[in-house]
């Protein structure tokens, strides 16, 4: 019985996992995307773990990039978009990203190494954009869709379709 409840305990603990868990040794978990792009030169090639909702998605000939407004991570490892925003950064990879899954509003967590800066324009306005290679990367569902790890459900009853 004890194997039981148990084998019962893990299977609900798997279950409520979701997300990433990224390895944060080596990654300076406190820099963000506002300091990258004030001091460049101070945090070139420096390990990130960074997340937020995307804006735009572009596919070049060789590489994809994101452009993403940044927020802090919760215990989740998922940008919690309740608290305030940390400046945007771009994310690219030599993947191609299908822009309809890396659509705007979505959100991803990533990590991956800082590039550089590079100068470009939220709307009008003159950005400098942090340039992140990105190593590794978690899309959120959107929500109300229904996540792709396995459920557990539990319940005695009887079912009558036709």
């Given at each position: 019985m004890r194997l039981l409840a148990l084998t019962v305990m893990v299977l609900a603990l798997a279950g409520c996992a979701a997300g990433p868990r990224y390895d944060t040794a080596g990654i300076d978990t406190?820099?963000?995307?506002a300091q990258?792009?004030?001091?460049?030169e101070?945090?070139?090639?420096?390990?990130?773990?960074w997340?937020?909702?995307?804006?735009?998605?572009?596919n070049m000939p060789d590489y994809s990039e994101m452009e993403i407004l940044?927020?802090?991570?919760?215990g989740a490892q998922r940008p919690d978009t309740g608290s305030g925003d940390q400046g945007r950064f771009l994310a690219r990879t030599?993947?191609?990203?299908e822009g309809v899954n890396y659509a705007p509003g979505r959100r991803i967590t990533l990590s991956g190494r800082v590039a550089?800066?590079?100068e470009g324009k939220v709307g009008e306005a003159p950005y400098v954009f942090p340039l992140i290679q990105a190593e590794q990367m978690y899309l959120w569902p959107r929500d109300g869709d229904t996540p792709s790890s396995p459920q557990i459900h539990f319940g005695?009853?009887?079912?009558?379709s036709r």
């Amino acid at each position: 019985m004890r194997l039981l409840a148990l084998t019962v305990m893990v299977l609900a603990l798997a279950g409520c996992a979701a997300g990433p868990r990224y390895d944060t040794a080596g990654i300076d978990t406190g820099l963000t995307a506002a300091q990258v792009a004030a001091a460049d030169e101070a945090h070139r090639d420096a390990r990130v773990l960074w997340g937020g909702v995307i804006m735009v998605t572009r596919n070049m000939p060789d590489y994809s990039e994101m452009e993403i407004l940044s927020y802090p991570l919760d215990g989740a490892q998922r940008p919690d978009t309740g608290s305030g925003d940390q400046g945007r950064f771009l994310a690219r990879t030599s993947r191609y990203l299908e822009g309809v899954n890396y659509a705007p509003g979505r959100r991803i967590t990533l990590s991956g190494r800082v590039a550089r800066t590079l100068e470009g324009k939220v709307g009008e306005a003159p950005y400098v954009f942090p340039l992140i290679q990105a190593e590794q990367m978690y899309l959120w569902p959107r929500d109300g869709d229904t996540p792709s790890s396995p459920q557990i459900h539990f319940g005695i009853g009887v079912i009558f379709s036709r």
